[in-house]
């Protein structure tokens, strides 16, 4: 999934593919988590964490919900 916001991060195929697997399993990573995909990856935590909510904010605008998190009644 590649978008001009995400851009920034040049990854590689294996890299998105490992992000999007990750994704399709967990949408909101803990710490640890994130720690392992990002050494996966061999990115930083900070970017992964980027990553991620970058990702989340396509996600929910493609389900047609706020970029942001919230409730659905906001």
């Known amino acids: 999934m590649a978008s ?14 490992v992000l999007e697997d990750s994704f ?3 949408k909101h990573p803990d710490g ?7 050494a996966e ?4 935590e900070e970017d992964t964490l980027k990553w991620f909510k ?3 904010a396509q ?3 493609a ?9 659905v009644l906001d």
Not at 32 to 38: D, G, P, Q
Not at 41 to 44: A, M, T
């Open 54 to 56: 970058l990702r989340n």
């Open 4 to 17: 001009k916001s995400m851009e920034f991060l040049k990854l590689s195929e294996e890299q998105i593919k």
């Open 32 to 38: 640890t988590t994130l720690m392992l995909v990002a």
């Open 63 to 71: 389900e047609g919900l706020p970029a942001e998190l919230g409730s």
């Open 59 to 61: 996600w929910r605008q």
């Open 41 to 44: 990856c061999g990115l930083s």
């Open 24 to 26: 399709k399993g967990c």
